[in-house]
């Protein structure tokens, strides 16, 4: 396939209009990728950031979210966030906010088939998540000393991300007009999420890890590239996560 057809020609259409409100902490997190979406097919949403306040003696302390949380406001995603607020009816969990984000905003293909396509790259790459998170060396992980979060953390990106890597890289070849045509798919920004989002030094183990993957990094090159996410990504708040 010509790398032109992964170049980003054309804006979203913009998606039937909707009374949206994401729900989520100031922060990039679980919000990020369903924000993105909004920005990517042009959808106008309120975007209602929890504050998270650092604490004395460290720590953190989300005053709002707690109250939310109290009144009942977040029962609907068992007292968690993000939640999603859409033309009155509320409801949470971030991967179903992410598809039907998607769904209104012409990102899952234009056939039932692709869609499945779409889902099932998406789906590989929250293996990927799932995986990392079970390594157990996130700063939040509290089941390993420093020194054996240092030791997963390094078989993680020299071992296990690159062969997972290789295994998506190989699942994608061949679906690629349909994961990133002239406008990129919702599983095109979750391939850009896993490569690009992160800290710096995050984002430098990862490219490593992906050095030989042409076609994610294609993907991923792909969204940051396109109008509306460049516009998201120059404008969106500065956050500790």
Same mark, same amino acid.
């Given at each position: 396939?010509?790398?032109?057809?992964?170049?980003?020609?054309?804006?979203?259409?913009?998606?039937?209009?909707?009374?949206?409100?994401?729900?989520?902490?100031?922060a990039? /997190?679980?919000?990020?990728?369903?924000?993105?979406?909004?920005?990517?097919?042009?959808?106008?949403?309120?975007?209602?950031?929890?504050?998270? @306040?650092?604490?004395?003696?460290?720590?953190?302390?989300?005053?709002?979210?707690?109250?939310?949380?109290?009144?009942?406001?977040?029962?609907?995603?068992?007292?968690?966030?993000?939640?999603?607020?859409?033309?009155?009816?509320?409801?949470?969990?971030?991967?179903?906010?992410?598809?039907?984000?998607?769904?209104?905003?012409?990102?899952?293909?234009?056939?039932? #088939?692709? /869609?499945?396509?779409?889902?099932?790259?998406?789906?590989?790459?929250?293996?990927?998540?799932?995986?990392?998170?079970?390594?157990?060396?996130?700063?939040?992980?509290?089941?390993?000393?420093?020194?054996?979060?240092?030791?997963?953390?390094?078989?993680?990106?020299?071992?296990?991300?690159?062969?997972? #890597?290789?295994?998506?890289?190989?699942?994608?070849?061949?679906?690629?007009?349909?994961?990133c045509?002239?406008?990129?798919?919702?599983?095109?920004?979750?391939i850009?999420?896993?490569?690009?989002? /992160?800290?710096?030094?995050?984002?430098?183990? @990862?490219?490593?890890?992906?050095? /030989?993957?042409?076609? #994610?990094?294609?993907?991923?090159?792909?969204?940051?590239?396109?109008?509306?996410?460049?516009?998201? #990504?120059?404008?969106?708040?500065?956050?500790m996560?």
């Amino acid at each position: 396939m010509k790398l032109s057809l992964l170049l980003p020609l054309a804006l979203a259409l913009p998606c039937d209009a909707l009374s949206l409100t994401l729900r989520y902490f100031d922060a990039r /997190g679980a919000a990020e990728i369903s924000r993105v979406l909004l920005a990517l097919s042009g959808t106008e949403f309120a975007d209602h950031r929890y504050p998270i @306040v650092p604490k004395e003696g460290g720590g953190f302390s989300t005053p709002e979210f707690t109250s939310d949380k109290e009144s009942g406001a977040l029962a609907v995603n068992l007292n968690r966030a993000p939640v999603l607020e859409a033309d009155g009816t509320t409801f949470g969990q971030s991967r179903a906010i992410e598809r039907y984000l998607a769904a209104q905003g012409g990102l899952m293909g234009s056939t039932p #088939l692709e /869609g499945a396509v779409i889902d099932s790259v998406a789906e590989h790459v929250r293996d990927v998540k799932d995986a990392q998170r079970s390594k157990g060396f996130s700063a939040f992980s509290r089941d390993k000393s420093a020194e054996e979060k240092e030791q997963a953390k390094e078989e993680w990106y020299a071992t296990d991300l690159p062969a997972w #890597l290789e295994k998506i890289e190989k699942a994608v070849e061949p679906v690629m007009s349909i994961v990133c045509g002239d406008t990129p798919s919702y599983a095109a920004v979750c391939i850009w999420a896993l490569l690009r989002e /992160g800290s710096d030094e995050e984002v430098a183990l @990862v490219t490593k890890a992906a050095a /030989g993957c042409t076609s #994610l990094n294609a993907v991923a090159d792909a969204v940051a590239a396109h109008p509306a996410v460049a516009e998201w #990504l120059e404008k969106r708040p500065v956050t500790m996560f």
